[in-house]
């Protein structure tokens, strides 16, 4: 059974950064795409930052490009989203998730408990 812990999340300014941290027990996950998503008060979850296992590809929301940057560490089983330029609509439970997809119509993933990001005005 895999578990995924996110750490990391708190009550910032806007303007200020935040660093999330997303470890993962159980195995490693190896081949497994690692992302956050992240779901507002009264709004559906959505995405945030993708990664491959590789790391030779990222994916961004286009309501984090430039300010939100992705990485993992293998070794670690840790995946990090660094969060600059935090904004209040950036307020959130973040949400850390291992994916692995293994035919067009199914996949194998794991979501964490999520972790609260305030950012007040």
């Known amino acids: 059974q895999v578990q995924l812990v996110e750490s990391g999340g708190g009550l910032v300014q806007a303007g200020g950064s935040l660093r999330l941290s997303c470890t993962a027990s159980?195995?490693?996950?190896?081949?497994?795409?690692m992302g956050w998503f992240r779901q507002a008060p009264g709004k559906e979850r959505e995405f945030v930052a993708a990664?491959?296992?590789?790391?030779?590809?990222?994916y961004y929301a286009d309501s984090v490009k430039g300010r939100f940057t992705i990485s993992r560490d293998n070794a670690k089983n840790t995946v990090y989203l660094q969060m600059n330029s935090l904004k209040p609509e950036d307020t959130a439970v973040y949400y850390c998730?291992?994916?692995?997809?293994?035919?067009?119509?199914?996949?194998?993933?794991?979501w964490g408990q999520g972790t609260q990001v305030t950012v007040s005005s």
């Open positions: 998730n291992a994916e692995l997809r293994l035919s067009p119509d199914a996949s194998d993933d794991y």
């Open positions: 159980g195995r490693t996950l190896n081949r497994y795409t």
């Open positions: 990664l491959s296992w590789s790391g030779d590809s990222t």
